[in-house]
Every structure is written in structure tokens, then in C-alpha cells.
């Protein structure tokens, strides 16, 4: 008896392989974040201060978007990363998208930036270590305010 094929029923795998497209859209949500970042940082432009401020408001509304892909296709995050990784690679990939957006707000909003870095700091050293020279840096970034000088 030959075997028919029904084109309208999707095969055994294929509702995993669209769950991995998205974990990988993920990703690319990221990187995205990451450009316009790049964006309202570049010293070789001449932005000004609102076009710099309208790439950093992007560059965070990339980074949550990527936050919540990460959150909502975790199981299928996982398997795009080998281990030892695999375990840690939703949470390490919350972070850096969470110093992303702190990175962001140092131009719109520097208390919540402080704020934001400072809470990052003790998830960092458990999750992902290398990730505390980014923090510091950005931290070491905001200038002192001028009533500590007097």
C-alpha cells in the first residue's frame, strides 16, 4: 500500500525547529540592541544629544525584547549553546542584555543606571564573572557628582 503524505500536517519537528528560530531571533534582537548602542556612543559622529538620547531608547527597547525571547523560549535558549555552557546561557544572556540597557540610561537616566549596575554586580559574579569589567567600567563612566568636591 503506498503512503501518502499530508502536506498540511507539519512533520514531528518541526514546532521545535520554529521554537529554535526564535531562540535564534533572540539573538539577533541582541545584537541589534547592541548596534544602536553603538550608535549614540559613536564619538566619530556628530550626533546630537536628542539623536544620541532617541539610538539609546532603541538600543533598550532591542535589549528587553531580546530579555523576553530569552525568558519566553529558555528550553529551546539552552540547546543552541554546547556545555558547560548550556546551563548558565539564559541567565548570562539576561545579564548582558540587562548591562546593555544600564549602558543605555547612563545617557537618559544616570541614577537608574548606578542603581541598575550596582544590582547587576552579585548576579554577575555568580553567573558570568568577565561580565564585571564591563560593570565597572560603565560604572567608573558616570562623572562624580560636583557636591562631593566641596
Partial sequence: MPRTVDFF????QFHRLVESYRALFALLLYLQGEGEKRKAYNKEKDYSMTER?????????YFEQHFCAVRKHHEYFRE????PMA????KMHELVALVGVAQCLL???????????NILKPAAVQ????????????LASVPTP???YD
Avoid at 9 to 12: A, D, G, I, V, Y
Avoid at 107 to 117: C, F, G, M, S, T
Avoid at 129 to 134: E, Q, T
Fill in 9 to 12: 500536517k507539519p512533520p514531528p
Fill in 87 to 90: 546551563h548558565r546561557s539564559e
Fill in 53 to 61: 538620547c532617541r539610538y539609546a531608547q532603541r538600543a533598550i527597547e
Fill in 107 to 117: 545617557l537618559l537616566d544616570q541614577d537608574k543606571a548606578v542603581r541598575l549596575l
Fill in 127 to 138: 553567573y558570568y564573572p568577565s561580565l564585571l569589567g564591563k560593570i565597572e567600567k560603565s
Fill in 80 to 83: 543552541l549553546f554546547k556545555p
Fill in 146 to 148: 560636583l557636591y562631593l
